[in-house]
């Protein structure tokens, strides 16, 4: 049993700066890959980014790469969303979801694959 939190969430103009962080419970945080999803109003949720049970590697959706990164500490149970360059089109309710399967490509992950989330922190980008 994982379970998540996230925080870092709020309002920034376009062109500026967040760092979401998603803490984890439980000796096996670093057996999951966790990933972060948005969902924006009447959308579906995407895929933005995950980070390997080491932290070794990382795979980025093609909307924000160049501009977010995403790492993990798991000496504190922590995944970190940086984000850059924020864009209007950025602004949703971020999630971090932990599971246990690794896929190749961005255009693999699914919702389906993650079995914890956290509740969600907005992000709003104002133009």
């Known amino acids: 049993q994982v379970q998540l939190v996230e925080s870092g969430g709020g309002l920034v103009q376009a062109g500026g700066s967040l760092s979401l962080s998603c803490a984890g419970s439980?000796?096996?945080?670093?057996?999951?890959?966790v990933a972060w999803f948005r969902q924006a109003p009447r959308k579906e949720r995407e895929f933005v980014a995950v980070?390997?049970?080491?932290?070794?590697?990382?795979i980025l959706a093609d909307s924000v790469k160049g501009r977010f990164a995403i790492s993990r500490d798991n000496a504190t149970n922590t995944v970190y969303l940086q984000m850059i360059s924020l864009e209007p089109a950025d602004t949703a309710v971020y999630y971090c979801?932990?599971?246990?399967?690794?896929?190749?490509?961005?255009?693999?992950?699914?919702?389906?694959?993650?079995?914890?989330w956290g509740q969600g922190t907005q992000v709003t980008v104002s133009s």
């Open positions: 979801a932990a599971g246990r399967r690794w896929r190749i490509s961005a255009a693999e992950y699914s919702p389906v694959d993650y079995d914890y």
């Open positions: 439980g000796r096996t945080f670093n057996t999951y890959v």
């Open positions: 980070v390997s049970w080491s932290g070794s590697t990382t």
